[in-house]
């Protein structure tokens, strides 16, 4: 392995969508990411995070502050982005057709995460620990991650909607894809809280355990008009009575 490329995991290089998203073009950029990360953690694990500025970023990781902001629009967004997020879609879609959504869940996550340690033996123990770590200890960071949730959640929507005969914006699509990503941002919260005492991959077990498989929508079946709607008959304003007129 040279340092002029980074290496595609073997899973990544079975599916095509991944290998359009590391094309040499997205390596490149994701060297420098990284390069940028590297730097923002070796800092914050010297001074703390906010003793931590964008500019020390930037002179540690040997690129210009603009470039830091071109790659991530907070400080905050260095600590939270994962390259690996975007491949859980891919994975999910490498899946067989007839495999219940909430499996093919749990082995996209575990996936992900074994080409993150594959690439970065240290991984769980040191980036992820500090990552977690400030996301229990700097509000701003928590805050940051929550609102990241939500680009996660739609990559999720587009994947499980293809697998289920849904539409991505359905209900139960949107439903199941947000609580999935809330529950897992929990889970390495409370491994966090919990000084890192647990298996990080035996609380995302215990965290998916608590769902149901998501069923996919019959064929027959019409657009969601709400409980106690007829297919087929939309919806009607319901009716208001305001006070009685007097009688006459």
Same mark, same amino acid.
């Given at each position: 392995?040279?340092?002029?490329?980074?290496?595609?995991? %073997?899973?990544?290089? !079975?599916?095509?969508?991944?290998?359009?998203?590391?094309?040499?073009? *997205? !390596?490149?950029?994701?060297?420098?990411?990284?390069?940028?990360?590297?730097?923002?953690?070796?800092?914050?694990?010297?001074?703390?995070?906010?003793?931590?500025?964008?500019?020390?970023?930037?002179?540690?990781?040997?690129?210009?502050?603009?470039?830091?902001?071109?790659?991530?629009?907070?400080?905050? %967004?260095?600590?939270?982005?994962? *390259?690996?997020?975007?491949?859980?879609?891919?994975?999910?879609?490498? !899946?067989?057709? %007839?495999?219940?959504?909430?499996?093919?869940?749990?082995?996209?996550?575990?996936?992900?995460?074994?080409?993150?340690?594959?690439?970065?033996?240290?991984?769980?123990?040191?980036?992820?620990?500090?990552?977690?770590?400030?996301?229990?200890?700097?509000?701003?960071? !928590?805050?940051?991650?929550? *609102?990241?949730?939500?680009?996660?959640?739609?990559?999720?929507?587009?994947?499980?909607?293809?697998?289920?005969?849904?539409?991505?914006?359905?209900? *139960?699509?949107?439903?199941?894809?947000?609580?999935?990503?809330?529950?897992?941002?929990?889970?390495?919260?409370?491994?966090?809280?919990?000084?890192?005492?647990?298996?990080?991959?035996?609380?995302?077990?215990?965290?998916?355990?608590?769902?149901?498989?998501?069923?996919?929508?019959?064929?027959?079946?019409?657009?969601?008009?709400?409980?106690?709607?007829?297919?087929?008959?939309?919806?009607?304003?319901?009716?208001?009575?305001?006070?009685?007129?007097?009688?006459?």
């Amino acid at each position: 392995m040279t340092t002029a490329r980074t290496p595609v995991p %073997d899973a990544a290089r !079975r599916l095509p969508e991944a290998e359009r998203r590391l094309s040499l073009r *997205e !390596r490149k950029k994701l060297k420098t990411r990284t390069a940028i990360r590297d730097a923002t953690y070796r800092l914050i694990k010297e001074q703390g995070y906010e003793a931590t500025t964008v500019e020390q970023i930037a002179e540690e990781a040997e690129v210009s502050p603009s470039t830091v902001f071109r790659y991530f629009p907070t400080k905050e %967004d260095i600590i939270i982005t994962d *390259e690996y997020d975007v491949l859980v879609e891919d994975l999910l879609r490498s !899946r067989p057709a %007839d495999e219940p959504v909430l499996e093919s869940v749990r082995w996209a996550i575990r996936r992900s995460m074994a080409m993150q340690v594959a690439d970065t033996p240290d991984y769980v123990h040191e980036e992820m620990k500090l990552r977690t770590g400030l996301m229990v200890s700097v509000p701003a960071v !928590r805050s940051r991650a929550m *609102e990241s949730m939500s680009v996660t959640g739609r990559l999720l929507c587009r994947a499980i909607a293809d697998r289920t005969g849904r539409a991505p914006d359905d209900l *139960e699509v949107r439903v199941y894809a947000m609580g999935l990503v809330s529950a897992l941002l929990e889970a390495v919260l409370y491994w966090a809280e919990r000084d890192y005492r647990d298996d990080v991959l035996n609380l995302v077990d215990r965290t998916l355990s608590t769902f149901r498989d998501l069923a996919r929508r019959p064929p027959d079946d019409g657009p969601d008009h709400g409980p106690g709607v007829p297919p087929g008959e939309a919806p009607g304003a319901p009716e208001i009575h305001g006070p009685a007129a007097p009688q006459p």
